[in-house]
């Protein structure tokens, strides 16, 4: 079976990461045990995720002319992800402020940067929606830039996967062209049960428990992560998205378990972009 043709419509960011025993509360200084920098951001997260799991990928975003953007650009063209279609826009790239507590909980600011100048896909970005087998996005680039992707993705046959991350009411046209929606438990209650009922296929992360899938015809399926030890869940979500849409081809309840180890391994590591390759998810299911 050949490898899926994945584009990604996402945001870029350079993460800084705190490390701290817990997560301060309002108003609160608290001293951290240390500090990286690494590069993240959920589209970019989710093209690296997809692209180790074994699709051919291309990347459709936007960095700033600062000292951030190559390094953010490389960590993509390492991953084998195709980035030639990435904007330069003067001024920042997006950055993500982020804390990591002991137990590997997260907290994160994303200020958006060059991600907000991607307001509209030019032709060669909407050609680029239009051959590929699938559409990932999420929603740290402009509300309009993602509809009209989604909605040159249906027009054009292309399969759309959005994870509505950070959570925000959806367009009524986005909703319409969304095949398979991938939500955490707090996005699923923030979109409402009236919402995830326009979309055919709805996953949804419950973490160290797994997922559930919605699909068409009643269908429902459960999954059940790999026992993991927990450093740092910064990512994982991106991780298991990226590895959904990579495997989707592959039926829904491959797809499904093949993303839940690839959350749970991803949690292994730390920083965002730990998501595994598609070898390590065949040892954790077994498969080898
Ligand atoms: O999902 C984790 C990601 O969220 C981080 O890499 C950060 O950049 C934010 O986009």
């Known amino acids: 079976m050949s490898a899926p043709r994945i584009t990604v419509l996402g945001s870029i960011n350079m993460d800084l990461v705190t490390t701290t025993p817990r997560l301060p509360a309002p108003g609160e200084t608290i001293l951290g045990h240390g500090f990286s920098t690494g590069p993240g951001g959920k589209g970019s997260n989710q093209a690296i995720a997809a692209a180790r799991a074994g699709a051919q990928v291309r990347f459709l975003g936007a960095v700033g002319d600062d000292a ?66 699938l559409l990932l996005s999420q929603l740290e680039l402009p509300l309009a830039a993602v509809t009209a992707g989604a909605r040159h993705a249906r027009a054009n046959g292309t399969t759309v ?11 009524d046209q986005l909703i319409a062209c969304v095949d398979v929606l991938v939500v955490n438990e707090t996005e699923a209650a923030q979109l409402g049960a009236a919402t995830l009922a326009l979309v055919p296929d709805v996953v949804t992360t419950l973490g160290a428990r797994g997922a559930t899938l919605r699909g068409p015809g009643g ?5 059940e992560p790999p026992a993991v ?46 998501a595994p390759t598609h070898a390590e998810v065949d040892a954790a299911l077994g498969r080898q």
């Open 161 to 171: 996967i959005l994870n509505p991350s950070p959570a925000a009411p959806l367009p």
């Open 219 to 223: 269908l429902q399926l459960r999954s």
């Open 68 to 133: 951030f953007a190559q390094e953010l650009r490389s960590a993509l063209v390492v991953a084998g992800v195709d980035a030639t279609l990435l904007r330069e826009t003067m001024g920042l790239s997006g950055v993500a402020v982020i804390s990591v507590d002991d137990s590997g909980e997260n907290s994160i600011v994303v200020v958006s940067g060059a991600n907000a100048a991607l307001c509209e896909p030019t032709d060669t970005e909407l050609a680029a929606i239009a051959d590929a087998d």
């Open 229 to 274: 030890e927990v450093v740092d869940t910064t990512g994982a979500g991106d991780a298991f998205a990226g590895t959904l849409a990579a495997s989707w081809h592959l039926g829904r309840e491959v797809a499904l378990a093949r993303a839940c180890a690839a959350g749970a391994l991803a949690t292994t590591r730390a920083g965002a972009g730990s």
